[in-house]
């Protein structure tokens, strides 16, 4: 039986998936990290999900830890891993978290605008996989606003530059399906206005505007909502699954995180391979 613990897509769909046989669970960082596998989504799948959820563990600079299985509502992790969670994802510029204060303090980082069917958000990334980032977040085009020399100071940058426009710092994948109505001009332009508000910061030195919308799917028609993998797989946009199967689907990939995922007889279906 397979645990989903995540999803990304920059290249192909991919579902980050573990076994959740003979898994011990693990309160500390004495029992091994868990074995992850990604798995390429592709051509027809059909796979059966569980209703429920289950916590995917915590992360540590020393890997992902499993979790004794707690059944969750919400999220994708129970309150006690999340507790013990070791990374900067929710970082606003003041650092909580001892273990990474070093590599954060070293590492550049640049801050961008990205663009979402005419929402602009801030956000942060690493230097060195901005791109994929991007990619990952289903944006429509995106532009680097300035580069800093740590992840603390881009955060800080993020923060101010959220609270001076009010840019968002999220959006749920609810609403970036929602958004798909929308066309890439209508973001490019959304994006076009928030640079030229920031000519008020001349410390900023915004980069060229990328355009990320030929790494999508051209879709036809509003995809209409599914809750099952199943289905010919088109491509996928973000968090967003899109597959066809009796008309254009699309799956909140992010919604299945935690699920247990098999085929017929338990077994992984046809369109699942490892890279």
């Not at 955060?155 to 609270?163: N, V, Y």
């Not at 332009?189 to 990320?212: C, G, H, Q, T, Y």
């Not at 809750?227 to 010919?232: D, K, T, V």
Request: some cysteine.
């Amino acid at each position: 039986m397979l645990h989903i613990i995540g999803f990304y897509s920059h290249d192909k769909p991919r579902m980050v998936i573990r076994d959740a046989h003979n898994l011990a669970p693990s309160s500390t960082f004495s029992l091994p990290p868990i074995h992850a596998s990604s798995l390429v989504l592709e051509g027809d799948i059909d796979f059966d999900l569980s209703t429920s959820r289950y916590c995917i563990g915590f992360s540590s600079p020393f890997g992902v830890f499993p979790c004794p299985e707690q059944k969750i509502s919400r999220g994708t992790q129970c309150a006690s891993c999340r507790s013990k969670e070791l990374t900067c994802a929710r970082c606003t510029g003041e650092c909580v978290v001892e273990q990474n204060f070093s590599e954060c303090m070293r590492t550049p980082h640049i801050v961008y605008l990205a663009s979402f069917g005419g929402i602009v958000k801030v956000g942060v990334s690493g230097k060195e996989r901005y791109p994929k980032r991007w990619l990952e977040q289903g944006a429509d085009c995106a532009v680097v606003v300035a580069e800093s020399k740590s992840g603390m100071e881009a955060r800080q940058t993020e923060s101010l530059l959220a609270w001076h426009f009010g840019f968002k710092t999220a959006l749920t994948t609810s609403m970036k399906i929602s958004l798909l109505r929308e066309t890439p001009q209508k973001s490019k332009l959304a994006l076009e206005a928030a640079v030229a508000r920031l000519a008020k910061f001349p410390s900023l030195e915004p980069s060229e505007i990328v355009d990320l919308s030929p790494n999508y799917p051209k879709l036809n028609c509003m995809p209409s909502l599914t809750n099952q993998l199943a289905g010919r797989v088109i491509g996928a946009k973000g968090n967003i699954l899109f597959l066809e199967k009796d008309g254009l689907l699309a799956l909140n990939m992010k919604g299945c995180i935690g699920k247990y995922v098999m085929g017929k007889n338990g077994h992984p279906a046809n369109g699942v391979s490892t890279p």
